[in-house]
């Protein structure tokens, strides 16, 4: 005996069909329209674009920042409540979640920014003796064998700056140009920086080899 589908879920297929079938510029009538009821306060569109938008920019930011990083979360979730107070100044010049991607790149570079001040501080009490014994942080050996541990360390040489255009240029593929525009750097800076980045990286990388070429030779020698 044939079964016949239960009618709400041919009125889901249906709804799921249709919003496969929206065009990009639907999506982003869609997203404007979400964006400026949610900005005044009506709380069905802001669950709404939110679900729409926040697992791509918690990776976003976890690129920035580092995978593991315990504020990405925190700076998703103060970028979203940031657009809400300013969506009345949302343009329409680039898409809503371009102009998300902006927001959550400023906060994390932010955030990004302060743990840099706070750990050159750190170091630099460090260099004179003021420095507790357990304020270095040692990773633990295995993780020198895993490959997204081995990129996370990689960026870290980067500055905040330097880590944020290298992973929006050649990570995510953007423009010098819509980077000044998600950071309001110039683009020269941008330029000066990317280079800078992959001097720093090339540089960690070369060093990481010599040292196991090293340990290579000197297990050679003990044997």
């Not at 329409?92 to 706070?118: E, H, K, M, N, P």
């Not at 081995?150 to 290298?166: G, I, M, N, Y």
Request: charged share 25%; aromatic share 6%; net charge neutral.
């Amino acid at each position: 005996m044939a079964r016949h589908p239960d009618p709400s879920f041919r009125h889901f297929a249906a709804n799921a069909q249709a919003s496969a079938s929206h065009s990009p510029q639907q999506r982003a009538d869609e997203d404007r329209e979400l964006l400026a009821r949610a900005g005044q306060g009506e709380e069905a569109a802001v669950r709404k674009l939110y679900r729409a938008h926040i697992g791509k920019l918690q990776r976003h930011a976890a690129r920035i920042l580092g995978a593991t990083d315990p504020d990405v979360e925190d700076v998703v979730q103060q970028a979203f409540l940031a657009a809400l107070d300013g969506a009345a100044k949302f343009d329409g010049r680039s898409s809503v979640q371009t102009w998300l991607f902006g927001i959550v790149t400023r906060r994390a570079l932010d955030a990004a920014r302060a743990r840099y001040r706070r750990r050159r501080f750190s170091r630099l009490l460090a260099s004179v003796g003021l420095a507790g014994p357990d304020n270095g942080h040692q990773p633990a050996p295995d993780q020198a064998y895993q490959a997204a541990s081995e990129a996370e360390r990689t960026l870290a040489v980067l500055s905040p700056l330097q880590r944020v255009v290298f992973v929006l240029h050649d990570i995510e593929g953007y423009t010098f140009a819509e980077i000044s525009g998600l950071t309001d750097v110039g683009i020269s800076t941008l330029h000066g920086r990317l280079l800078s980045a992959r001097k720093s990286i090339d540089a960690h990388v070369s060093s990481d080899l010599r040292d196991v070429r090293d340990l290579q030779d000197a297990g050679g020698e003990d044997a």
